[in-house]
């Protein structure tokens, strides 16, 4: 299903994540004991600020557990009221390595356990924090738990057309977007793309380079992406998008807004019929920096996504 609920009813964000892994068979989850609080429950902690929440849940997992890991599925929101403030916590699955090592980077937690989940929902202090560990179990009974993004982002602010004269595949970033490529460059490294795909034209580069070069990613350019080539020729758009599909390592795309509606035409035949109901249908579809996380399963390409997610960078 979808998953782009909204916070800004909410007084106080946090973000973390359900480690998994799967040991001679077993699947395990990491429960965490803090001892300030005498309880058991997941690595999770407050969204700084100038943090979305998905860099939130990464930090904040390296700071309690040591592990450096890449998101997985959103599992679950938890909502209470903390000293009358309403607070909510957002989860996601993160698959950790059998042999990976937790070694808290802070001392916020004493003791870290890798526990079968009938365990950990007898460990738990907060009833709440069952809802994500119900839903992690879901998706492993249909081996729907390990999956890969394939994220299509639209670029960054770019300066208005009316302000510019020259070629329009050299019309640069706005102020403003330059802003939001720095914060899709973090906000990326929550899924690490291995490979970019993007349109050639400046604002598109403009946005998705800065990350590969960050991470050492290569960069693909496809003509068949920009606005003059799509409006000859959406067919081949088109196909460029269906290329996301054929590995199964994570990548992410970047393209302008009128070519976002033949891009998410073709995601939307990798998704179960409701789950692509939900997809943008209106413009502008996503709004300058925004992307779409669409979580696909590992180990059969012609299997369905898992689910998707609506992600805004975060934009002073």
């Known amino acids: 299903m979808a998953k782009n609920t909204t916070t800004g009813k909410y007084d106080i964000l946090a ?9 001679d068979g077993e699947l395990q989850v990491l429960v965490i004991h803090r001892p300030r609080y005498d309880d ?8 700084d600020s100038g943090e979305t929440l998905p860099e939130t849940a990464v930090r904040e997992l390296r700071e309690e557990t040591g592990l450096r890991i890449t998101l997985g599925v959103h599992l679950a929101d938890s909502e209470y009221k903390v000293r009358g403030h309403d607070k909510l916590v957002r989860y996601w699955a993160a698959e950790v390595p059998p042999n990976a090592r937790a070694v808290p980077e802070d001392d916020e937690v004493d003791v870290m356990r890798w526990v079968t989940p009938e365990q950990a929902r007898e460990m738990l202090t ?3 924090d069952r809802a994500p560990l119900d839903e992690l179990l879901r998706l492993h ?13 639209r ?8 302000s510019w004269q020259r070629a329009e595949g ?16 973090r906000l990326l490294a929550a899924w690490q793309p291995e490979r970019v795909v993007t349109s050639p034209w400046l604002r598109c580069m403009s946005t998705v380079v800065p990350y590969a070069k960050k991470h050492g990613v290569k960069v693909k350019e496809r003509s068949q992406l920009t606005e003059a080539t799509h409006k000859r020729h959406p067919k081949r758009a088109a196909q460029v998008t269906e290329q996301l599909f054929d590995t199964e390592r994570p990548v992410v795309l970047c393209t302008h807004r009128p070519v976002l509606p033949t891009v998410l035409e073709v995601l939307a035949k990798h998704m179960p019929s409701g789950m692509a109901a939900q997809l943008p249908n209106t413009d502008p579809y996503l709004s ?7 979580h696909m399963p590992r180990g059969s390409q012609h299997s369905r996504a898992v689910a998707f997610e609506i992600i805004s960078p975060f934009d002073d």
Do not use: E, F
């Not at 058991?40 to 969204?47: E, H, L, M, V």
């Not at 670029?155 to 009316?162: G, V």
């Not at 050299?170 to 460059?185: H, I, N, S, Y």
């Open 15 to 23: 973000a973390g994540c359900l480690c998994w892994r799967v040991v």
């Open 40 to 47: 058991w429950s997941w690595p999770k902690g407050k969204q």
């Open 126 to 128: 907060n009833t709440d």
């Open 141 to 153: 009974s249909r081996a729907s738990l390990a999956t890969r993004p394939v994220i299509v982002i």
């Open 155 to 162: 670029h960054a602010k770019a300066k208005p057309r009316s």
């Open 170 to 185: 050299d019309r640069p970033l706005a102020a403003t977007g330059k802003r939001q490529a720095l914060a899709v460059t």
């Open 288 to 294: 300058p920096g925004q992307m779409i996380v669409l």
